[in-house]
């Protein structure tokens, strides 16, 4: 199925970067993909995705801080970001809040993310022109 969305994604593992960059690539998706927080929001800005995955815990800029950063540019309607957590820590703070339209737990269910991707993706309001 090929198709013309691009899909960033960031993690500070690597081995979780090359899983999930294989699995989207296979559906057809173009992915790039940033280590750490500070890459991802020069790419946001640069190449503009069309929808970010992005890991809550990292050294430096957290999900979080990348997500508020985005939004101060970016409305939510605009970039679609999903946000990637193994730990319970959105229980404090919810997504929504900051900015973000979803959350995946860790480990990763592929077919959970393939549809939260495709949902957001073909929304009428980030629908790719």
């Excluded at 815990?57 to 939510?76: C, E």
């Excluded at 592929?110 to 980030?126: G, K």
Aim: net charge negative; glycine share 4%; aromatic share 6%.
């Amino acid at each position: 199925m090929a198709n013309n969305y691009r899909i960033l994604v960031v993690d500070d593992v690597l081995d979780n970067l090359f899983l999930l960059q294989a699995v989207l690539e296979d559906e057809g998706y173009s992915v790039d993909t940033a280590l750490d927080g500070t890459i991802a929001l020069h790419k946001i800005q640069y190449a503009p995705p069309d929808l970010v995955l992005l890991d809550i815990m990292m050294p430096g800029l957290t999900g979080y801080d990348v997500t508020r950063q985005v939004r101060q540019q970016k409305p939510a309607t605009e970039l679609p970001i999903v946000l990637l957590t193994a730990y319970d820590e959105f229980s404090h703070l919810p997504y929504s809040e900051i900015g973000a339209n979803d959350l995946i737990r860790k480990p990763v269910d592929f077919d959970e993310l393939l549809t939260t991707v495709e949902t957001h993706l073909r929304s009428p309001v980030t629908a790719h022109t």
